[in-house]
C-alpha cells in the first residue's frame, strides 16, 4: 500500500475507477459538446491521455526522476501503466509517479479553471514537495531535530564553500484548496 496524503490517494482511485470529470467523461454524460483536450486540442481527453499522453503531461513526466516511464501507448489503458509502473518499481518510485499524476491534474484544472498556464518544472517541484512534505509529517524521526524550549526544530548547516543550498517549503490549506511554495537559495 503506497503512504500518500489521502487527497492524492482518493484522486488516484477516481482516476483508475476513470471517473475524473475529463473531457471524455464530461461529454459522455452531456455536459460538454465535444470530448477534445482543452490543453491540445489534437485528441478526446481520456484519463489516460490527461495524465500521461497529452503534451503537457508529457513535459512533466520529463522531469520525473523515475527509472521507469510510462508508456504512451494508446491501447494500453491508464490501469495497465499503473500497475505495470507499481510491479517495475519501488514503493517510493511509485508514490512519486502517483503524486506527479495529481501535479499534472492539478497543472490541468488550473489551465481549465482559471486560464493559467503552469510551467512543467514548478508543477514536478509542486509534487514532489508535496510528497517529501507528507513524509516529513508522517515519518518525523528520519529527520535530523533538536529540541529547542519543547518544539522539534531542524538544525540548519551552512553549504560548504563555493557550494549553493536550496532550501524549499510548501504548505497546504485543503479548507481554501491552495498551495503555498517557497524556495531560497
Not at 80 to 89: G, L, P
Not at 137 to 158: A, L, M, N, Y
Request: hydrophobic share 40%; net charge positive.
Amino acid at each position: 500500500m503506497l503512504d500518500l496524503p489521502a487527497n492524492v490517494k482518493i484522486f488516484m482511485w477516481r482516476a483508475l475507477k476513470n471517473i475524473l470529470p475529463t473531457a471524455e467523461n464530461l461529454w459522455k454524460r452531456k455536459s460538454l459538446k465535444e470530448p477534445i483536450c482543452q490543453i491540445c486540442k489534437l485528441q478526446v481527453e481520456s484519463v489516460s491521455h490527461a495524465l500521461i499522453e497529452c503534451k503537457a503531461a508529457r513535459k512533466i513526466w520529463d522531469l520525473a526522476p523515475l527509472t521507469v516511464q510510462l508508456s504512451k501507448d494508446h491501447n494500453q489503458d491508464f490501469f495497465s501503466a499503473i500497475q505495470e509502473m507499481c510491479s517495475r518499481s519501488l514503493k517510493a518510485e511509485a508514490e512519486l509517479m502517483v503524486v506527479y499524476c495529481w501535479g499534472i491534474w492539478s497543472a490541468r484544472n488550473k489551465f481549465i479553471f482559471e486560464g493559467k498556464k503552469s510551467d512543467s518544472r514548478i508543477s514536478a517541484a509542486k509534487a514532489e514537495s508535496v510528497l517529501k512534505a507528507y513524509q516529513r509529517v508522517r515519518k518525523p524521526g528520519t529527520f535530523h531535530v533538536t529540541k529547542v524550549r519543547g518544539v522539534d526544530q531542524k538544525r540548519w548547516k551552512p553549504p560548504p564553500k563555493n557550494v549553493l543550498k536550496l532550501n524549499v517549503d510548501a504548505a497546504v490549506n485543503s479548507k481554501d484548496q491552495k498551495t503555498g511554495l517557497g524556495a531560497i537559495i
